[in-house]
């Protein structure tokens, strides 16, 4: 079973294109869980396979970890609400055997999804504290790993870097260098926002104090 989780938040202008992508693809089995930490949830889907629930309202990193707790499935798969699924992309996850993380590249488009470059992760511990490449939006992993990511660190600034880091400690990861998204990229966006260099310092050392223990 899959659990796809998805974090909205005053996403009515692309969630629909993004809900339609993931629908497209998912079994009768598997689940839809959206949390939305908007102050009015507005949202309906007709769909028995989506649950869709009211979020911590604390921001993304709480949200994804209440995500994480109300999963069913074996297989996680984290997703944003203003991005597109390409087609094939369940039928790579669903080919996750062996490790524990999968990652993809993904085609980076403007909000009308004209492709303007693409993402690649390289796997890699010291690599990845220095410079991500774990793209939530482009992770899928095994409900094994959910002891060694929750509960996440306080003050974690990036849940998607420190659950590829955990699975990179504790696990295998894949890398599947086909993009299998369109990941839109706005002025709305809630995540991937340029950071100041005192930003990335400041958000390195917490990564690193959190693998440590040193932040629980």
């Not at 369940?90 to 996750?96: H, K, P, S």
């Not at 870097?161 to 839109?184: D, F, K, M, S």
């Not at 990229?185 to 223990?213: D, N, V």
Request: proline share 6%; aromatic share 6%; hydrophobic share 40%.
């Amino acid at each position: 079973m899959i659990s796809v989780l998805l974090t909205a938040y005053c996403g009515e202008r692309f969630i629909g294109e993004q809900v339609a992508s993931i629908l497209a693809q998912l079994q009768p089995g598997d689940e839809l869980i959206i949390s939305d930490d908007s102050p009015n949830m507005t949202l309906q889907f007709d769909d028995p396979r989506v649950r869709y629930l009211q979020g911590p309202r604390q921001g993304v990193v709480p949200n994804v970890a209440f995500l994480l707790m109300q999963a069913r499935g074996d297989i996680l798969v984290l997703c944003d609400q203003d991005d597109v699924w390409l087609p094939g992309k369940l039928d790579a996850v669903r080919a996750l055997q062996g490790c524990s993380l999968l990652v993809h590249a993904a085609h980076v488009t403007d909000e009308h999804l004209n492709i303007t470059g693409q993402t690649q992760a390289k796997p890699g511990m010291l690599r990845n504290i220095i410079k991500n490449s774990y793209t939530g939006c482009c992770m899928a992993f095994t409900r094994e790993l959910l002891p060694h990511v929750l509960p996440f660190p306080k003050s974690l600034p990036m849940h998607d870097q420190w659950i590829g880091l955990q699975a990179e400690r504790y696990g295998q990861v894949i890398v599947h260098n086909e993009p299998l998204i369109l990941w839109r990229r706005h002025s709305g966006t809630q995540t991937g926002h340029r950071t100041t260099l005192q930003q990335k310092i400041s958000w390195r050392i917490a990564i690193i104090k959190a693998l440590k223990g040193g932040c629980r």
